[in-house]
């Protein structure tokens, strides 16, 4: 079982002639809830733990989980509203938000006693790991299950505007990295972390990759650095589009230990990358985070 851990909340996201005021549409979202919809559509066995609202759209969230397949016997609930995220779009699908968080339901997330049996992969990031009090709940969670052998990826999705302390932010991101299998960032994330990935790889992941956007996608490891394109489509909006990229990567990888991972090679990190590229390709074509199915991809890369 692969378990996504981290925050749900509703994307307000410009219809096709939105203007500066709206229309704005509700979509579900949330970077770890749009990454274990994503594994729930691809097929995989997966859990979301996280706390969501007991309100309207905490419920159209948990529908959405259901619908998708994603187990919930991990969520937590409480009366907090919904976290709301007002989605902008620019002329070339690239998306930026403005978030309402304060007194959120996701924000009092608690460390669970103890997961299933079966958790091989466990996915962290975003706003989770940002927000206290849950951020440290969150990593606990990553650092117990770390120690308890389970692969791990961190996808750190930076939201500046809700990062109060941005030098304290990065301190804790890099003792974050002895307990992490995979990093994903975007360039974006990696520019303002302020590191290289080379750098990363050396302090703890078995493999750091890199999204490049329509550029395609790079992987890291101490031993190798393999590069794939993206694949050109009619993009909609890049709403979740790196989010599915975590999906499609923790879907092929579940299975493998973190030295299975370190010791990868370069044609089967190609292939990886080809898959996570080609599913990304296609949530880009939709607007909100919307992945695809399996039926709509090639088979997972065999390892």
């Not at 309207?56 to 989980?65: I, K, P, R, S, Y």
């Not at 466990?122 to 117990?144: D, I, N």
């Not at 030098?167 to 890099?174: E, G, M, S, T, V």
């Not at 975590?246 to 370069?266: F, P």
């Amino acid at each position: 079982m692969i378990v996504v851990a981290g925050e749900s909340l509703i994307d307000l996201v410009p219809d096709g002639a939105a203007t500066a005021l709206g229309p704005l549409v509700p979509r579900r979202g949330g970077g770890p809830y749009n990454t274990a919809v994503a594994l729930g559509r691809l097929g995989a066995d997966v859990a979301f733990c996280s706390r969501v609202s007991t309100d309207g759209f905490g419920a159209a969230l948990m529908d959405g989980l259901h619908a998708a397949g994603v187990r919930t016997d991990l969520v937590q609930r409480g009366p907090e509203p919904t976290t709301l995220a007002v989605a902008t779009v620019g002329a070339d699908g690239s998306a930026g938000y403005g978030f309402y968080a304060e007194g959120t339901a996701d924000r009092l997330f608690t460390l669970p006693e103890r997961l299933p049996d079966g958790v091989r992969a466990l996915s962290f990031g975003t706003l989770s790991l940002a927000l206290e009090p849950g951020a440290s709940a969150y990593e606990a969670l990553l650092r117990r299950e770390a120690g308890r052998g389970a692969l791990t990826l961190l996808d750190p999705n930076i939201r500046p505007g809700l990062i109060p302390e941005a030098a304290a932010y990065r301190a804790r991101f890099r003792r974050w990295l002895p307990y992490v299998s995979l990093l994903k960032l975007s360039e974006e994330d990696a520019r303002w972390l302020g590191g290289t990935p080379e750098e990363w790889a050396a302090a703890g992941p078995a493999a750091v990759v890199l999204t490049r956007g329509a550029a395609g996608l790079t992987v890291y490891t101490p031993t190798l650095t393999a590069s794939v394109p993206g694949v050109p489509v009619p993009v909609a909006d890049t709403i979740g589009a790196g989010d599915t990229v975590n999906a499609a990567l923790l879907h092929a990888l579940a299975n493998q230990s973190r030295d299975e991972l370190a010791a990868l090679g370069d044609d089967a990190w190609r292939d990886l990358l080809g898959y996570a590229a080609e599913a990304a390709a296609l949530t880009c074509t939709r607007r909100g985070a919307e992945p695809p199915y399996a039926t709509e991809l090639r088979a997972v890369p065999g390892l």
